[in-house]
């Protein structure tokens, strides 16, 4: 699979579309699986990593499902383009900085994506815009029954899927929305709204998953507990939840808009000039500043450029995407100017302007 050809696209995941996608950008499920005649990853030898990866990547280039899934071995990337594929949220950073044999198949549209040999043998994902994890369970569920037919899973008729960390055991899943919310945190409100969600075993995280701190306003939450809950409570358990946090996000832009549309306006402008205009550009500030523009495009209060354009931007304007957008390896100064470059440009060809 030629990487560069992912280079100027972006995935179905960022077409910005979908139910509640002014405020949900992505639902995302992931699925833990293990082969049965093979210790855990992290106990197989490298021989016995080798012969799973063998495995499984026969198993699944057989697979039917259409279109068909492309295949790349991770150790023969540059580490620029296992930096590439963490950034497009195709590969996790344990994935990328393991060690031996391991790879990826990857659907063409992005939304599938089966790792192998990262923390479990198998880790299935499917990723789709908006508020979308019943469409994204349909999906995931059905790969991960045809895989079923092919390979003998480790499963314990008392446990469920025997995973490597057992805060996995169980249904192996993993369900997460991933949420824009700039008026939650400009009101201060967005750590009640985690302390409720901690109660009822939800964990908070940023746009990279576990371990990653929050930017651009961006949170994912996802399930913590899978043992003994079936898929359809720990789906039921965040589709409870999401509704409200929408509910209370509008309600905060709404409040904002109302109680302060001048300062408002003026954030969102300055943002939007900053990004126009400015020669030098951290990631962390590229990720603040188009976070006022999307939400300044969701409240009609900038015209003339989509969500999908800027939900591209956040990704193209990472590290590794910039530098391969870029065609050179570029060190921090020289991304921070080849960053705020490809913004001007990107977004005087959008030609968006304030109202």
């Not at 037919?149 to 960390?165: D, I, K, M, W």
């Not at 057992?166 to 939650?184: I, Y």
């Not at 201060?188 to 651009?216: D, H, M, P, T």
């Not at 931007?313 to 020289?334: C, N, R, V, W, Y």
Request: net charge negative.
């Amino acid at each position: 699979m030629n990487l560069d050809s992912l280079t100027h696209t972006s995935g179905e995941w960022l077409r910005g579309s979908g139910p509640e996608s002014d405020i949900v950008i992505s639902s995302r499920i992931r699925l833990a699986r293990n082969l049965a005649a093979f210790p855990f990853t992290n106990r197989s030898s490298p021989g016995q990593k080798a012969e799973i990866e063998a495995l499984l990547r026969d198993r699944v280039a057989k697979l039917d499902l259409e279109p068909k899934l492309g295949y790349v071995n991770v150790p023969t990337l540059s580490s620029l383009d296992r930096q590439f594929l963490v950034e497009r949220q195709l590969i996790s950073r344990e994935l990328a900085a393991a060690e031996g044999p391991r790879g990826v198949a990857l659907g063409p549209q992005e939304t599938v994506s089966l790792m192998i040999n990262e923390e479990d043998h198998l880790r299935l994902q499917v990723m789709r815009s908006g508020f979308t994890l019943d469409e994204a369970w349909q999906e995931i569920d059905r790969v991960d029954d045809a895989l079923e037919q092919r390979v003998t899973y480790a499963f314990s008729e008392e446990f469920g899927y025997l995973t490597a960390c057992p805060t996995n055991v169980g249904t192996g899943m993993r369900a997460s929305v991933m949420l824009h919310l700039p008026a939650l945190e400009y009101t201060k409100q967005i750590e009640k709204v985690f302390r409720a969600l901690q109660k009822i075993n939800l964990a908070v995280r940023g746009l990279y998953g576990e371990g990653s701190r929050a930017s651009g306003h961006f949170y994912q939450i996802s399930n913590q507990v899978t043992l003994g809950k079936s898929e359809t409570t720990i789906l039921n358990e965040i589709h409870s939840v999401i509704p409200q946090i929408i509910t209370y996000e509008r309600q905060a832009r709404t409040s904002w808009l109302r109680d302060n549309r001048q300062g408002l306006q003026d954030k969102i402008a300055r943002a939007h000039g900053t990004l126009c205009s400015a020669t030098m550009m951290t990631s962390e500030e590229t990720m603040e500043l188009l976070s006022y523009v999307r939400l300044g495009i969701n409240l009609h209060l900038i015209e003339d450029i989509t969500i999908p354009t800027v939900n591209e931007l956040f990704i193209h304007t990472q590290p590794a995407h910039l530098q391969k957008l870029m065609g050179a390896s570029l060190d921090g100064e020289e991304r921070n100017a080849a960053r705020a470059r490809y913004l001007r440009t990107r977004l005087r060809e959008a030609g968006a302007s304030p109202n």
